[in-house]
């Protein structure tokens, strides 16, 4: 079973809105990451926060962590019509050798309108 | 190479036929790792490669499902006498190295099976 739950499951707003996803998890973790899928293609890795970090900018994608809440947001301003896709959170969980597999969310799928 | 390769692109099985999956991950990735991802789910973790070494294989969901990297690079996943219930995209995923918990997974663009 997944890590966590993301809200909203699907989103859709106007090119240049600005886009706000969420997710939360279950267990504690050392990492979060945000990916990016488009129709029929692989994951795109957006950006990393580390447990220990509150927040973190990569150009237009915002994202914050709140360790307490177990939970995460990703925000994606003045949104384009190529930032269409669905967005997954994936946690990390340890840093063994044997702990390397993320574990992902069931996705927020983004439309944007032109 | 350029990036994580998978072939096929696309599988159609009919049910009870073998089928192998293979990925061709970015040269000198030293990670390797298997999700299967159903229609509209995120992907879910199936086993893990460092080097030729199979580390975790607890996301297999059955003893129909094997994977091997016999030499550390290129990776099978095969899946014996399939069934509808294993229609799904396989995502293959490398990085660089082990160990390290900021490490970056990067995706192929999957193989969709459809078992009928």
């Known amino acids: 079973s997944q890590q966590g739950e993301e809200d909203p499951q699907a989103l859709s707003i106007q090119e240049g809105e600005n886009a706000t996803m969420n997710c939360s998890y279950k267990t504690s973790i050392n990492n979060l990451q945000w990916y990016r899928q488009n129709s029929g293609r692989g994951l795109v890795h957006l950006i990393l926060?580390?447990?220990?970090?509150r927040e973190k900018h990569s150009g237009r994608l915002r994202v914050t962590l709140d360790t307490s809440k177990k939970s995460s947001s990703l925000l994606i301003t003045a949104s384009r019509a190529a930032d269409t896709a669905s967005y997954f959170c994936?946690?990390?969980?340890?840093?063994?050798?044997?702990?390397?597999?993320?574990?992902f969310g069931q996705g927020t799928r983004l439309t944007i309108n032109p | 190479g350029a990036g994580v390769s998978q072939s096929p692109r696309y599988k159609v099985a009919k049910r009870g036929q073998d089928v192998a999956l293979r990925c061709d991950p970015i040269s000198g990735h030293v990670s390797l790792f298997w999700y299967q991802q159903a229609l509209g789910q995120g992907p879910e973790f199936l086993t893990y490669f460092q080097n030729e070494a199979q580390l975790d294989k607890s996301g297999l969901p059955s003893d129909r499902f094997f994977a091997e990297r016999p030499e550390g690079s290129v990776s099978t996943l095969k899946i014996q006498r399939t069934q509808q219930e294993d229609s799904a995209v396989y995502l293959c995923a490398s990085s660089l190295r082990a160990g390290i918990a900021k490490n970056i997974q990067y995706f192929g663009a999957g193989t969709r099976l459809s078992v009928l």
């Open positions: 994936a946690t990390r969980l340890g840093t063994l050798q044997g702990a390397q597999k993320l574990v």
């Open positions: 926060i580390r447990s220990n970090e």
